[in-house]
């Protein structure tokens, strides 16, 4: 149990009802106190108590009382008041405490059980019994958002998270470590990849105005039931490796949008070797410099439009024939020409996903 929980619930209560009392745990221990310099310390009353068969003390001025749950001596409560009423009071008080831990313990379990839904550590037959014993929905649609921000040793990534969806009953967030925050989602029926790239781009907005943190967010397949969470995060996983590699710049990459990148990640690398030497001669690449690379990316984003390409930066448009004609040149492949361009973009591609594979 957290015993600040505890701890926040004792001094609420004490407000309202105005008597000091405390809790012991199974030792005697006092591990949360209207008096802050108890705790902490043996209460020597509750360990006697402990000790014996009786389950309830009254005495003039206090009361001692043991609280069990399920079936399990937990706590004893003991109440300071010579008030008539003390004993009703402390029943009062035991319920509260009971019903706190029990909230706690299913809040606790709940994340726990999701983590290793989501981990893949529960075999698929146990996940259906152990998510109707913590009444989580099985047959329902999720998706999972794995965000990944700069190293913190802070938990205010997580926190912003958690105060955009704090439905605890449907969604779920959990910290995997210091870069990596996991948002499974439950989603609409008829939710579309419209609605899901936007609970993206908020997080992403939000985390960057408000603690100015970079984040990147890869989005997983709809998990059509919990069996299905743990391939939803692993697609999440996908989605961010191939998003590093083939578009970097992007801060949202879904899985279900991944286009020549997610195939040319899937080929073995031989195959991609055999194919950069068979386009680009030896060292050919290499001498491409960061300008004419520039060059090439920005003719690319404009459909090979020779004039939005010379516009956008801001050159002549002889001036980019010119680079043209200088790499067609050194390549022997002229980018206005649609296949020539397909094969230098997939080209450009398999580079670097080699340069990734060589790290």
């Known amino acids: ?210 603690l100015m943190i970079k984040a990147k967010i890869g989005i997983g397949t709809v998990a059509e039931s919990l069996r299905d969470v743990a391939r939803s995060y692993k697609d999440a996983q996908t989605a961010l490796k191939i998003g590093q590699i083939f578009e970097s710049e992007k801060n949202i990459v879904d899985y279900n949008h991944l286009g020549i990148g997610r195939l040319i990640y899937q080929l073995p690398t031989t195959l991609c070797r055999l194919f950069l030497n068979e386009v680009f001669k030896e060292g050919v690449f290499e001498a491409i410099d960061d300008e004419t690379m520039i060059t090439i990316q920005k003719f690319f984003e404009n459909n090979l439009n020779v004039s939005e390409t010379s516009r956008q930066l801001f050159i002549h448009r002889n001036t980019l024939v010119y680079r043209l004609d200088k790499i067609q040149k050194l390549t022997g492949m002229d980018l206005r020409k649609f296949d020539d361009a397909i094969y230098f973009k997939v080209a450009m591609m398999v580079k670097r996903y080699l340069d990734d594979v060589s790290k």
């Open 1 to 210: 149990m957290a015993f600040k929980v505890f701890q926040s619930v004792v001094q609420r209560i004490r407000d309202a009802i105005g008597y000091d009392f405390g809790i012991t745990d199974s030792t005697g221990v006092v591990i949360a106190s209207t008096i802050e310099e108890e705790i902490g310390l043996v209460h020597d009353e509750c360990a006697d108590f402990l000790n014996s068969n009786s389950t309830y003390i009254e005495k003039p001025d206090k009361v001692l009382k043991k609280i069990d749950i399920n079936g399990r001596l937990d706590f004893v409560l003991y109440l300071v008041t010579n008030h008539p009423e003390r004993k009703n009071i402390a029943e009062l008080i035991s319920i509260s405490l009971e019903n706190a831990k029990l909230y706690y313990d299913e809040k606790y379990d709940r994340s726990n059980f999701m983590k290793n839904v989501l981990l893949g550590n529960i075999l698929p037959g146990d996940i259906t019994i152990r998510a109707k014993e913590l009444r989580v929905k099985n047959d329902c649609k999720r998706i999972v958002y794995l965000i990944r921000t700069e190293k913190t040793r802070e938990l205010y990534a997580y926190n912003i998270i958690q105060s955009l969806f704090p439905n605890n009953n449907k969604d779920h967030i959990i910290l995997l470590d210091d870069q990596n925050t996991v948002l499974i989602k439950e989603i609409k029926e008829n939710e579309d990849s419209e609605e899901i790239h936007k609970k993206a781009r908020i997080i992403v907005d939000t985390l960057s105005s408000e």
